[in-house]
């Protein structure tokens, strides 16, 4: 199959020797999370950016997990990390409670609500990166865009390949001026059309992409939640619908499974070319077709590379012409 070495087969945390540092990293949030969905209400579902974000990349390629915690984390979710080739030795605990957030999606379930954000340890959290060997992947996933910062003024940028970063609604209207000095120096945005539109004044979301791409990443993905995603590739364009789904049970993690999925993609093919990324996004586009079939990481925990492969095979029909 063209491609198969994209994939690792059956890659878990334990056929994976952790001592073979991990080439892509990511900085996030680890979460506590209260959700509700049209479908039902869980008042303590295991969530975060960086979880996600992990949990998928973990698909492709070992990924090193820079994040806090506090001390009510329960163990559970750190086993659930583990299910998959993830670095814990960046993931701290501090004295407090662990980040929370509480959203709600409606009849749109493109769009969440945020009825409660607590930032908790995450206000106290200094990051310090002691990799042996720097990752030559970064992601700086939805959060604080001065912690997004800090990790890439530890980060030596000739030993970096390829950094990209996510964003929300909060952070583009609380902390604007540090989100715009992460833009200039990483190569790649990953944003939800309302984020684009928030972040550039834009309503027309061509526009929008070149206004971000001026702001410094010479790619910029905008995902369009159940109308798929566009890719601006320098000068290049894809776009790609979602993987049709009839059941969406909870959208939560969408984005950052997404993007754990394009970003282990690349990590494990080493080929940043315009194909590899074509082929990147349907993958990410695939890995966030299963995590909205459950509550919080529920299906992702249910599904092997073989699932990515079947419904990989399938969108290609659905998407070629
Ligand atoms: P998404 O992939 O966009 O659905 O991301 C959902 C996750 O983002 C949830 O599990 C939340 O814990 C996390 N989250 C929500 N608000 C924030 C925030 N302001 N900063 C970082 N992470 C957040």
New binding site residues.
């Given amino acids: 199959m063209p491609g198969r070495e994209h994939f690792a087969p059956g890659l878990t945390a334990e056929n994976c020797k952790m001592s073979e540092a991990a080439k892509l990293a990511v900085i996030?949030?680890v979460?506590i999370?209260q959700v509700e969905t049209p479908f039902g209400k869980r008042e303590r579902v295991f969530?975060?950016?960086a979880?996600?974000f992990s949990y998928a990349a973990g698909l492709f390629t070992p990924v090193a997990l820079v994040a806090v915690v506090g001390e009510d984390f329960p163990e559970e979710y750190r086993g659930i990390l583990a299910e998959r080739p993830v670095d814990m030795t960046h993931l701290k605990t501090l004295p407090g409670k662990t980040?929370c957030?509480k959203?709600q999606y409606g009849n749109d379930l493109n769009t969440?609500k945020?009825l409660e954000?607590q930032l908790n340890v995450l206000l106290k959290f200094k990051p310090e990166l002691t990799f042996k060997t720097q990752p030559k992947y970064v992601f700086l996933a939805?959060?604080?865009p001065a912690l997004q910062l800090d990790v890439l003024n530890q980060l030596d940028r000739r030993k970096l390949k390829y950094v990209a970063c996510d964003t929300?609604n909060?952070?583009i209207e609380n902390k604007r001026a540090e989100l715009l000095k992460v833009l200039a120096r990483i190569d790649c945005v990953v944003l939800n059309d309302g984020e684009a539109r928030q972040l550039t004044q834009e309503p027309n979301l061509i526009r929008a992409a070149q206004k971000v791409r001026a702001m410094g990443p010479g790619h910029v993905i905008i995902k369009k939640g159940e109308h798929g995603v566009l890719l601006f590739y320098n000068h290049e364009f894809f776009a790609l619908p979602a993987y049709p789904l009839e059941n969406v049970f909870d959208?939560?993690?969408?984005?950052?499974?997404f993007a754990g999925g394009l970003m282990g993609s690349l990590a494990a093919s080493g080929d940043l070319s315009f194909a590899s990324m074509k082929r990147s996004v349907a993958l990410g586009q695939i890995v966030a077709s299963h995590t909205v079939e459950d509550f919080g990481l529920e299906a992702l925990r249910r599904i092997s590379q073989d699932n990515i492969r079947e419904r990989l095979e399938i969108f290609k029909r659905f998407c070629s012409f």
Wanted: proline share 4%; net charge negative.
């Fill in positions: 996030g949030t979460a999370d969530g975060g950016s979880s996600y980040f957030w959203g969440a945020t954000t939805n959060i604080d929300m909060f952070w959208p939560t993690g969408a984005g950052d499974t």
